[in-house]
């Protein structure tokens, strides 16, 4: 299972976003309310593009998040 980070459109309905994802085989692990961002899993490749209503980018996560 691969990891992505996805920032969410400040318009986007999660109960909606959730069925989406459950259509696609897409599990949401974690929200992230304060930064507007959504944790996925998933074997297939996952993208902005697949979502453009609900996610500005996707990123697989890489483990090199540093601040």
């Known amino acids: 299972m691969k990891i992505y980070l996805a920032v969410l459109r400040t318009d ?3 109960i909606k976003l959730e ?3 459950q259509k696609k ?3 949401l692990t974690a929200y992230y309310k304060a930064v ?3 944790k996925l899993e998933s074997k297939q490749a ?3 593009e697949d979502f453009p209503e ?3 980018s996707v990123e697989e996560d890489r483990n ?3 601040i």
């Open 25 to 27: 085989k897409v599990r």
């Open 12 to 14: 986007a309905d999660l």
């Open 19 to 21: 069925r989406e994802l």
């Open 54 to 56: 609900y996610f500005l």
């Open 46 to 48: 996952v993208s902005a």
């Open 36 to 38: 507007g961002i959504v």
């Open 64 to 66: 090199n998040l540093t």
